[in-house]
Structure formats: structure tokens, C-alpha cells
């Protein structure tokens, strides 16, 4: 019984351990980003400006890491030499029902680098 308990604290203890939690950026509130999916509901227009002047905050952290922190991105892409981009959408993007339509070109959009290590290296915001 005894041996019970102890695999079931350890056991719970990795569980919990296992979230990462996000930079201390006051006023940022990462439960509203990972919410306003395609930043239809205008939250994350918000809070760009806080990521884009803390960018060096998100340096380092791995893709599950980052996923933790600001939830499964609304695009993804796969580059050469084992690089991944992450792309969250800020605003103006088509699937959106009461935003005019805009080309891809204008959505603001926040991209996040990863390089060959699962690391993220780069923070970029189009159209901000």
C-alpha cells in the first residue's frame, strides 16, 4: 500500500511539473491569447505590442514549450535544415465572419523561428 501512495505522488508531481509557465509580461494574459483563436474577438491585437517589446522573454524556449505558453499556433510551416515557423494571427484573418476581406499579405500575424535544436530564435510581427 505503502508503495502505492509513493508512485502516485510521484506520479502526480511529474504531471504537474510539466507545464511551462509563460514570461512574467504584466498585462499579458495568456489564457484571453490562447482563447481569441485567428484573433477574431480583437484580444490579441491587445497584446501584440506587449510581445513585440518583450520579444527577447520568448527567446529559447522549445515548441512544446512555446505551445504551452501561447497555445497550438494557427499555422505552421516546416523550412529547410530542420526549421519550423509558428504563426499566430492577430488580425484580419479570413476565417473571421465580421472582418472585411483582406489578402494574405495585410493580416498581422506574429512568427515565431525555430531552429534545427527546437529552440525559437526569432519574434517578427507583420504589419504591426
Request: overall charge neutral.
Amino acid at each position: 500500500m505503502i508503495r502505492f501512495l509513493i508512485k502516485t505522488c510521484l506520479s502526480l508531481c511529474i504531471l504537474i511539473s510539466c507545464e511551462t509557465p509563460g514570461p512574467d509580461v504584466s498585462g499579458l494574459d495568456y489564457e484571453k491569447w490562447e482563447l481569441d483563436k485567428f484573433g477574431c474577438n480583437g484580444d490579441r491585437m491587445q497584446m501584440i505590442g506587449l510581445i513585440n517589446s518583450n520579444k527577447e522573454m520568448f527567446l529559447r524556449y522549445r515548441q512544446n514549450q512555446i505551445i504551452d505558453i501561447l497555445g497550438k499556433p494557427d499555422k505552421l510551416t516546416l523550412y529547410e535544415r530542420g526549421q519550423t515557423f509558428y504563426y499566430y494571427y492577430i488580425r484580419y484573418h479570413q476565417k473571421c465572419t465580421d472582418v472585411p476581406y483582406r489578402a494574405e499579405e495585410e493580416t498581422v500575424k506574429l512568427e515565431i523561428r525555430f531552429d534545427a535544436l527546437n529552440r525559437s530564435k526569432e519574434l517578427y510581427v507583420y504589419n504591426y
